[in-house]
């Protein structure tokens, strides 16, 4: 169990790291191909994962993992998956987990993410999308 979630942390970081270098999917899944021989990391084994992110970082991912978004709030089993996609788009933003705690209360008058239902869930994940979505697009706009 610790070994799968230490995968799943792994390849979490893996994402975060394609999405801050600007890697396309074609570029991306070519990279994953040439170090470890696979194209996906779902497939990959501990160790290849790590030389992928060795591969990453010196491309010039940076673990901003001291500087990062905080710690996740406690939350419902069944939010897992919602609550890692919301880790990653605050991430991009650059925006900490009293920001995606704001946001719920503006939406819903709740102070904290463990009262939020499935329904609420996936609005706060949506809206925090978009955010995110406009955030990158005005990034790049000033990039050219």
């Not at 799968?4 to 970081?13: H, W």
């Not at 990062?68 to 089993?77: A, D, K, T, Y």
């Not at 009262?115 to 996936?122: G, I, P």
């Amino acid at each position: 169990m610790k070994n799968q979630n230490n995968r799943q942390k792994m390849i979490a970081k893996i994402h975060i790291a394609k999405s801050q270098l600007g890697l396309d999917d074609d570029t991306y899944r070519a990279l994953l191909q040439r170090v470890t021989g696979l194209r996906s990391c779902v497939k990959m084994t501990v160790q290849q994962l790590e030389n992928v992110l060795a591969e990453l970082k010196a491309k010039g991912f940076v673990d901003n993992r001291q500087a990062g978004i905080g710690r996740m709030p406690l939350h419902q089993v069944q939010h897992r998956a919602m609550l890692n996609k919301i880790a990653v788009l605050l991430k991009q933003t650059g925006k900490t987990w009293d920001y995606a705690v704001g946001t719920a209360k503006n939406m819903f008058d709740k102070d904290k993410l463990v009262q939020l239902n499935d329904d609420e869930m996936h609005k706060l994940t949506s809206a925090l999308q978009i955010y995110a979505n406009r955030h990158t697009t005005k990034r790049s706009i000033k990039c050219n």
